[in-house]
Structure formats: structure tokens, C-alpha cells
């Protein structure tokens, strides 16, 4: 069965992603493709080069905010969005695309025109800086004349990008799912992320509407700039795969399984210990 793989935006919650990975990874199941959007681009970009679920823990331990920030002048952004260019650099070179061992892709918004746009060709780590560019935090990514801003502002759970690719069942992750919060925001950060969760609850179509099943791990305790809890927020991603996934056959053809399973939406809750 080909199965392709949505994996969301969600800052620092697209630590998640690794832990539906590895429940993939321990039922032998890989995918034949994969979508990511903005965090999710980081973990596809670094899956789909060849990293295995241990590698790529370790490589996503180095990009803590301590290390990704580089404070800029306030006129496009905070933080210079440079930085995790560089630290994408030293973990994947300069591969492209077409060198990736599974095929990806990963998108991004035009911040002049308000396209999006889709790459599956080049330079993966510069579409990678991209598709995480959140207006007003990180820095604009300027490429071939146009100004790229975080993919996630039109297609948070780009399963739209892999849904008509001769694939035989689809896998959305979603990560960026947020509770209406309980208190203050504590800086311009939560307000600027909360502002776009907001705008996209309202205007986003369901990524299940696509999707055969969406994995949607209870994280709204988790800050998106908490990446202190790497090791919850992989657990929490592994059982909610492990829930939506168990009984389901992963290797019959789309049209044996998909009857009872398509379009169902699974969201799992995992209190913390």
C-alpha cells in the first residue's frame, strides 16, 4: 500500500510528529510520500532524507530556541530566520528533492501576492526556512523574486498537496490544534501564534475531509515555544498514533480498508504524568 503522510505546522508541538514515526517505524510501515507545513517540513525534511526516528530526537534536541534565535532589527521579523537555515544545513548539506530517499514536499505563502507555493525541487533546507518563516517573528525568506512566509497561513495540514499523487491511503498529523487559552498570553509570541490558530480555525476546511484518518494529539497544555517537554510531547504523539492506528491494516489496498476507516477523526487524549 502506498501511504502517503501530512505532517502540520505547530512550532515547537512538531516535536509530536517524531513520535508518530516511531509507532510507523516499529509497525514497519513507511510512507511513499510526505506533505509538510512549516514544524512538520523540519521532520519530513529530515525523515524523508533517511534519518531514523533516534536521529532525528537527537538532531531536533540542537534546534531549541537557544540555539535558533538570532534576534534582528523589528522591521520583518524577531528573529533571523537564518539560523535554522544554517542548522537544517549541517544535518541534510545542501540536498535536494530530487536526492530525498522518499518524496516531499512542503509549501509556503507568497507574502505579496498571497499564493501558495509548492516546492519539490531545489534546495530543501531553503524551502524548509519557508514553510517556518511565522510573520513577525522570523524574518521573511526572499526566493526568486518573492517574499516566502510560513505555509501554514493557508494549509496548516497540507494534505491537499499529496491527496491526488497516486497514493493509496493518507495520514494527516495535526499538531497545531489549540484550546482557547486559560490565561494571559505570556509574550508577542503566544499572541502572534494564537492570533493565526484563531483566523485558521475559522476559515480552514477540515483536513479529514481528505484524509482517511487525522491524528490529532492532545496538546493544548503544551505551549508552541515549550520545547522543554520533548520527550511528553513524543509520547503524546506515539499513543495518539498507536489509538487512531491500531486495527487498522496498513498493507491491503486503499478500497479493502478505507470503506470503514475514511474520513474518521481520531483525537487522542494523554494526561500527563
Known amino acids: 500500500m502506498r501511504i502517503g503522510l501530512a505532517l502540520s505546522g505547530g512550532a515547537a508541538r512538531g516535536i509530536a510528529h517524531i513520535g508518530v514515526l516511531q509507532y510507523l517505524e516499529e509497525r514497519g510501515v513507511k510512507a511513499c510520500r510526505v506533505a509538510g507545513t512549516s514544524a512538520g517540513s523540519i521532520v519530513g525534511a529530515l525523515y524523508c532524507a533517511g534519518r531514523n526516528v533516534e536521529e532525528i530526537k537527537k538532531i531536533v534536541e540542537t534546534m531549541s530556541w537557544k540555539n535558533l534565535v538570532k534576534l534582528s532589527i523589528p522591521r520583518k521579523g524577531l528573529i533571523d530566520s537564518s539560523r535554522l537555515l544554517y542548522i537544517l544545513k549541517e544535518h541534510i548539506d545542501e540536498i535536494t528533492f530530487e536526492e530525498l530517499k522518499i518524496p516531499l514536499i512542503v509549501n509556503a505563502i507568497d507574502l505579496l501576492s498571497g499564493e501558495e507555493i509548492v516546492f519539490g525541487e531545489g534546495s530543501v533546507a531553503e524551502a524548509v526556512q519557508a514553510s517556518c518563516a511565522i510573520p513577525g517573528i522570523f524574518t521573511p525568506v526572499m526566493w526568486n523574486k518573492r517574499l516566502l512566509v510560513d505555509g501554514g497561513l493557508l494549509d496548516n495540514v497540507p494534505v491537499a498537496l499529496i491527496k491526488s499523487r497516486d497514493i493509496d491511503y493518507i ?6 490544534t489549540q484550546k482557547p487559552l486559560q490565561k494571559e498570553p505570556d509574550n508577542i509570541f503566544e499572541i502572534l501564534i494564537q492570533s493565526f490558530d484563531i483566523i485558521r480555525r475559522h476559515r480552514e476546511i477540515p483536513a479529514y ?12 497544555d503544551i505551549s508552541f515555544w515549550d520545547n522543554s517537554k520533548a520527550n511528553l510531547l513524543i509520547e503524546r504523539g506515539y499513543e495518539s498514533a498507536k489509538k487512531a492506528l491500531d486495527g487498522v491494516n496498513l498493507v491491503k489496498k486503499r478500497g479493502h480498508l478505507s470503506r470503514w476507516v475514511s ?4 483525537k487522542t487524549e494523554v494526561k500527563m504524568r
Not at 495520514?171 to 497545531?176: E, L, P, Y
Not at 475531509?209 to 493544548?220: H, K, S, T, V, W
Open 263 to 266: 474520513r474518521r477523526k481520531y
Open 209 to 220: 475531509e481528505f484524509a482517511d484518518i487525522l491524528i490529532e494529539p492532545d496538546l493544548g
Open 171 to 176: 495520514i494527516a498529523v495535526n499538531v497545531g
